[in-house]
C-alpha cells in the first residue's frame, strides 16, 4: 500500500499498524517498514503518533542506515502541527551536518518553503547542491529533485537563473518548461475567462502529472545484484550451478560496472546496486518456493532486495568509497 493513497480509499490508521506489526516481523527491514507506517499516521492526522514513531527509530540501539532522513522527516512533521521551535532547530542541525544524501535536504528546504520560508528554503536548497553537486560531471537521478525545488523557490523569488537553474532546466524531460510551470503568475490563469489561458493551464498541469507519475514509476533503483567474496564463495559452495553466472569474484565485479555503464549510457535512470547474501538469498528462495540454484532468481532478488530500500546509488558520490568494498575512494577504483 501507497502512502500517498487516497483517504477514502484506505484505512491509513489501520495501515500503519500492519507496518509496525510487519517490522517487528523483519527487523532488517524495520527502518523502511516504521517510516512508512510513520506517512500513513501524517496521512491520517495523527501527527503525534508519527513523530512517536520517529523518535523510536532515532533511538534505536542498532543505528540506523538513513538517520538525517528520518530527523529531517521529524522536523517536517513538528512544524506542520505546531511545534516550530523544535522543528527549526532539527533542520539547523541537518543543515549542519551536511549529509551527503540528497532527500534530507529536500524535505527539510520543503518544509522551510512551505511555510514561506523562501529565502531559507533557497539558501537550503543551494547549500544541498553545493554539497553534493560540486564538480560531479552529471547529476544523479536521486539529486533531480534538489535542483527542480530550488528552481522553484528562486522562480518565486525573482532571482535571475544561474549555472544549476540551467542544468535542472536540461533534466527536465516534460515538454512543458520548469520556467513555465514554476511561474509564480500562474494561479491567476486558474481564474480567467481567458479560454487559451485555461487551456494553457490544463496542459501544464496534465506535464506536473506526467512528471509525478513518471517518478511513482520508479519508486527504487533498478539495481544489479552485487556479491562481496565472501558470500560469492559460500554460495559457489553451495550451489556450483551458479558458476556459469559467476566464473571469478574479480569478474563478477567488472561485469556489474559494465552493465552499470551500458544501462546508463541507454538512458536509464535511476541506477543501484544491492549486496547480497547467503542467508537472505536462500530466505528469500523459500519465499517464492523456489531453489536458490536457479540462476532465473537472482535478478528477482536483486529486485526484491532494492524494494526494500536495500539500494545504494551508483554512481557513488564524488569523494565516497566504491561499491565494491575495497575502500578506496570510486574515482580511484571502478570509477577510473
Known sequence: MRPDTPAENVDHTAEA??????????????????????????????????STLYDRLLSSADGLENP??????????????????????????????????PAPWVIVAEALESHDELEAAQETFTEGARVLLTD???????????????HRVRRMLGVAHDEWDTVADLLHSSPVSLDELHDPKRVWSL???NPAELAAEISRLRAELGTFREALSRPFP???LHWPAGELAELMA????????????????TTIEGSLRELAASGT???????????SYEAFAASE???????????????????????????????TSCWCGSGQAYQECHGA
Do not use: C, M
Not at 25 to 31: K, N, Q, S, V
Not at 238 to 250: D, G, K, V
Open 17 to 50: 499498524a500492519r507496518l509496525e506489526r510487519t517490522a517487528g516481523l523483519y527487523p532488517e527491514d524495520a527502518e523502511a517498514l516504521l517510516l512508512q507506517a510513520a506517512a500513513h499516521l501524517e496521512l491520517a492526522g495523527d501527527r503525534a503518533a508519527a
Open 68 to 101: 538525517y532522513l528520518v530527523r529531517a522527516l521529524k522536523a517536517s512533521n513538528l512544524w506542520e502541527y505546531g511545534h516550530e521551535a523544535e522543528a527549526r532547530a532539527i533542520i539547523d542541525g541537518v543543515r549542519t551536518a551536511s549529509p551527503r544524501d
Open 136 to 150: 560531479v560531471d552529471e547529476p544523479p537521478y536521486s539529486t533531480h529533485p534538489l535542483l527542480f525545488g530550488r
Open 191 to 193: 481564474g480567467s475567462d
Open 222 to 224: 533498478v539495481a544489479v
Open 238 to 253: 553451495a550451489y556450483p550451478s551458479l558458476a556459469a553466472e559467476y566464473p571469478s569474484h574479480e569478474e563478477h565485479l
Open 269 to 279: 535512470a535511476n541506477l543501484g546496486i544491492v549486496t547480497g547474501t547467503v542467508p
Open 289 to 319: 518456493g523456489a531453489s536458490p540454484a536457479e540462476a532465473e532468481l537472482l535478478p528477482q532478488y536483486a529486485t526484491t532486495l532494492a524494494a526494500r530500500g536495500r539500494a545504494v546509488e551508483w554512481p557513488p558520490q564524488r569523494g
